[in-house]
């Protein structure tokens, strides 16, 4: 069933996410041959960022480290050429939209630059992958919001292609933030960022990592926000991610307003094959229901559109029985 998607006309609302079943041509090839919408490619910096947190900690101008620094050091032109030369390749090799995808740390040129490059390169849109954790107890959170609108508006002047962000959980108000990004140009978001999260060894009492995979139940944290935002803030073009691993979570996702929903882990537990189960789902569910196109049920549940009483709930009333 086809969707829009930043612009985008999507023969599917199934989206691979930013992943390593995006990070090499082959794969690209396999998702778009199993009924993907469109790719989002692993992001230019994402392994870098997660897993080299020593670089970011060697990089002492700022709690985000000097970007510049940071590209000399871990990001030579030999592996942004690399990143360069996918983007087209893929765009030449499949025939649905490439969606580049780069994580941010500062509103620095340098990274501004790059994401000229890509879109010069052919992708089709670009997803801004953005988490600006504060590591003080000083730094308002405007401050931070407006770090998130001033990387989002120099990265909208500087290309020509559909801009989104990847927005993280923790904002204080999400859906303010989110006006101000579509104030600036932006005009997709995704929920939610997934961070790399550690855990707690307790007989050696250190951080370790935590699971890299989503868990079907991580859907539940995005549904009702998904139905809020795209009632408050229609501009914008939504995708959810995380937590999306059958069909009925796609359908979940367009109820709630959702135009696309991103899967990864679906892929890593059940292979490519899971691209064309959520589609065929999505299709017999529509027939099921009398619908022939997404645009008759997408947003049947988000804020405008529904009157649940749960919106607005927050605290269990009840619901664990009695010790009394």
């Given at each position: 069933m086809r969707t829009q998607y930043l612009g985008l006309e999507l023969d599917s609302p199934v989206v691979v996410g930013s992943s390593p079943y995006t990070a090499a041509l082959p794969a690209i090839q396999r998702c778009a041959e199993a009924g993907a919408g469109a790719v989002v490619l692993k992001s230019v910096f994402e392994e870098q960022i997660l897993h080299e947190a020593s670089a970011l900690a060697a990089c002492a101008d700022s709690p985000y480290g000097d970007a510049d620094t940071y590209l000399e050091r871990y990001l030579g032109d030999d592996y942004r050429g690399r990143f360069l030369r996918l983007v087209r390749q893929a765009r030449e090799s499949v025939a649905i939209p490439v969606i580049a995808s780069i994580n941010c740390v500062a509103d620095h040129d340098s990274w501004i630059d790059y994401a000229a490059q890509m879109a010069d390169a052919g992708a089709s849109a670009l997803e801004l992958n953005i988490f600006l954790h504060p590591f003080d107890r000083f730094t308002p959170s405007r401050e931070l919001e407006n770090r998130y609108a001033a990387i989002a508006a120099k990265v909208v002047q500087a290309v020509r292609i559909p801009v989104s962000v990847k927005l993280p959980m923790r904002l204080t108000n999400l859906f303010a933030t989110a006006d101000i990004l579509r104030s600036f140009g932006?005009?997709?978001?995704?929920?939610?960022?997934?961070?790399?999260?550690?855990?707690?060894?307790?007989?050696?009492?250190?951080?370790i990592e935590g699971p890299a995979f989503s868990h079907p139940s991580e859907l539940r944290n995005i549904l009702r926000t998904a139905a809020l935002f795209t009632g408050l803030v229609p501009q914008l073009d939504l995708a959810v991610s995380t937590g999306?691993?059958?069909?009925?979570?796609?359908?979940?996702?367009?109820?709630?307003?959702?135009?696309?929903?991103?899967?990864?882990?679906?892929?890593?537990?059940?292979?490519?094959?899971?691209?064309?189960?959520?589609?065929?789902?999505?299709?017999?569910?529509?027939?099921?229901?009398?619908?022939?196109?997404?645009?008759?049920?997408?947003?049947?549940?988000?804020?405008?559109?529904?009157?649940?009483?749960?919106?607005?709930?927050?605290?269990?009333?009840?619901?664990?029985?009695?010790?009394?």
């Open positions: 932006v005009q997709g978001a995704v929920l939610f960022n997934r961070f790399f999260e550690p855990d707690v060894d307790i007989e050696r009492m250190e951080f999306v691993h059958d069909g009925a979570a796609v359908v979940k996702a367009l109820l709630c307003g959702a135009r696309v929903a991103q899967v990864c882990t679906a892929i890593h537990l059940h292979g490519f094959k899971a691209i064309g189960r959520m589609n065929d789902f999505l299709a017999r569910w529509a027939e099921r229901h009398g619908f022939g196109e997404i645009g008759e049920f997408r947003g049947h549940l988000n804020f405008i559109n529904s009157s649940s009483p749960l919106f607005q709930r927050v605290q269990y009333m009840k619901y664990f029985p009695s010790q009394e």
